[in-house]
């Protein structure tokens, strides 16, 4: 899997950008705030994610009204041309090979990325939220059914969460809340189940990168913790879907006594453990670097092993800040597929590797 070329028109801080990719390493250099990392948002962004914006709105050009992204990729042997039209107050408009996608889903379908940035220290230090959106970031690329059921239990849970706020005001809105109650039960099934299935198999894959990476030094562990109700969440999602159901029940009245959801999938969280010491807690800098690090070379191996391809791997300002030791241990893990690595003008990153050097200034290409 990769992207071979990339046109973008008043995307972020581009004007206008038209490049080719070399097939394996892409080395993109520049001082700060230059535009390197909108370029890989760009990348991610046609694979369906965007780490950055919360709203397309933030990724249009400060004073224009649109922005188009089109990337001409090549996925398990076949070539798309995929593309993006984002307009200010209007909702966006996806395509592949000319016939209009329904949905970021859709794009995940064709095309994956994984990407790491500083921003990502988060995952380890910051609270469940970094970890769930790590989790979903994923599985959406993977599962097409749990992208759609998670937009559906956001809708859910944000009209839930408007009627127990405003339920004290007028009572009659409470008339809805089992309805609401029980369609998120339905999609939280669907994202634990995956959810589930996921960390299992990041159980099977992140320790051994760790350790690897550590030297053997430390011990990498990981444990999914959800609803308590639920005993088996690799269990079928009809199982999850009783149990969650039955936790709803049971915090009914505590939820509207307080008037917020208290239970659900919203409140996952991924635990991670170094040597059996919580990393959110006590990890020093260089192994909440090295935790987060693995889980997503962890990621893209799965990835690979589920789909039969690498996807586009984009580490953002990541080699600058190891010691040459893990520098090499992470050039040596890369290999197999696409890869985008931003470094500064000085950095000696772009003579270490063999591929195509872009220099980026200003949003421009020279």
């Not at 990325?113 to 230090?125: A, T």
């Not at 127990?164 to 634990?192: H, N, W």
Request: hydrophobic share 35%; with cysteine.
């Amino acid at each position: 899997m990769r992207i071979d070329a990339l046109t973008l028109d008043f995307f972020r801080n581009y004007l206008h950008l038209e490049t080719d990719f070399h097939p394996e390493v892409n080395v993109i250099c520049g001082d700060n705030a230059q535009g390197k990392t909108n370029l890989l948002e760009a990348v991610a962004y046609l694979s369906g994610v965007s780490h950055r914006a919360r709203y397309d709105r933030e990724l249009i050009r400060f004073g224009v009204d649109h922005a188009f992204l089109k990337g001409r990729i090549s996925s398990h042997d076949r070539d798309y041309l995929l593309e993006a039209e984002l307009h200010r107050g209007a909702r966006r408009k996806l395509k592949s090979n000319g016939v209009p996608l329904r949905n970021g889903a859709e794009l995940s379908g064709l095309f994956q990325s994984v990407l790491f940035c500083p921003e990502d220290l988060y995952l380890i230090r910051e609270g469940a939220a970094e970890r769930r959106r790590f989790l979903d970031e994923c599985v959406c690329q993977l599962r097409p059914r749990y992208a759609q059921a998670l937009a559906e239990y956001k809708r859910l849970h944000e009209h839930k969460t408007r009627i127990l706020r405003d339920s004290e005001e007028k009572p009659s809105l409470l008339e809805t809340l089992d309805e609401f109650s029980l369609g998120m039960a339905k999609a939280g099934a669907v994202l634990i189940h995956y959810r589930a299935h996921f960390v299992k198999k990041l159980r099977e894959t992140a320790p051994a990168i760790h350790g690897d990476f550590s030297g053997g030094r430390e011990q990498l562990d990981l444990q999914y913790e959800t609803v308590s109700s639920v005993r088996d969440p690799l269990g079928p999602v009809k199982e999850i879907f009783a149990w969650l159901l039955e936790h709803q029940e049971q915090h009914r009245q505590a939820e509207i006594a307080s008037r917020q959801c208290l239970t659900g999938p919203h409140k996952d969280d991924l635990l991670v453990q170094i040597d059996g010491s919580h990393a959110r807690t006590y990890a020093s800098q260089g192994q909440t670097r090295t935790a987060a690090l693995s889980l997503k070379l962890a990621a893209r191996e799965i990835f690979f092993r589920d789909t039969g391809e690498y996807p586009v791997l984009l580490l953002d300002d990541v080699l600058s800040e190891l010691d040459p030791k893990r520098q090499e241990f992470v050039l040596n893990r890369i290999a197999g597929g696409q890869v985008f690595i931003t470094c500064c003008e000085d950095d000696r990153l772009e003579r270490m590797l063999r591929g195509k050097v872009l220099r980026i200034r200003d949003g421009r290409l020279i």
